[in-house]
Nanobody, 127 residues
Framework: VQLQASGGGLVQAGGSLRLSCAAS????????VGWFRQAPGKERDFVAA????????YYADSAKGRFTMSRDNSENTVYLQMNSLKPEDTAVYYC?????????????????????WGQGTQVTVSS
């Protein structure tokens, strides 16, 4: 599976962005997909994940109520709608694909649970 993240940019605090993660490969629909972010000098942090069928989503506390993750398996694309953005959301955002089972054993928030990664897209939120 190859992943291509896009949609990042510069936005003022309180604004919105929608990130996209386009995947190649016929088996994309069988993967759990996650979004992570990494700010300079910091570790890569979990943001959100979605089950292979799209029926269940998981969010970091920092994302709850502001971010919404969805997927369109017919288009091999996953989205992250980000509203009410804050300067602390500034980071490079990565999408990743991993096995179905990581939602059953609650390891969806660990970067090491994912097998495939996109190249990242920069999100900058100005105050």
């Amino acid at each position: 599976v190859q992943l291509q993240a896009s949609g990042g940019g510069l936005v003022q605090a309180g604004g919105s962005l929608r990130l996209s993660c386009a995947a190649s490969g016929r088996t994309f629909s069988s993967y759990t997909v996650g979004w992570f972010r990494q700010a300079p000098g910091k570790e890569r942090d979990f943001v959100a994940a979605i089950s292979w069928g799209g029926g269940t989503t998981y969010y970091a506390d920092s994302a709850k109520g502001r971010f919404t993750m969805s997927r369109d398996n017919s288009e091999n694309t996953v989205y992250l709608q980000m509203n009410s953005l804050k300067p602390e959301d500034t980071a490079v955002y990565y999408c990743a694909a991993g096995p179905r089972g990581i939602t059953r054993n609650s390891s969806y928030s660990a970067p090491g649970s994912y097998d495939y990664w996109g190249q990242g897209t920069q999100v900058t939120v100005s105050s």
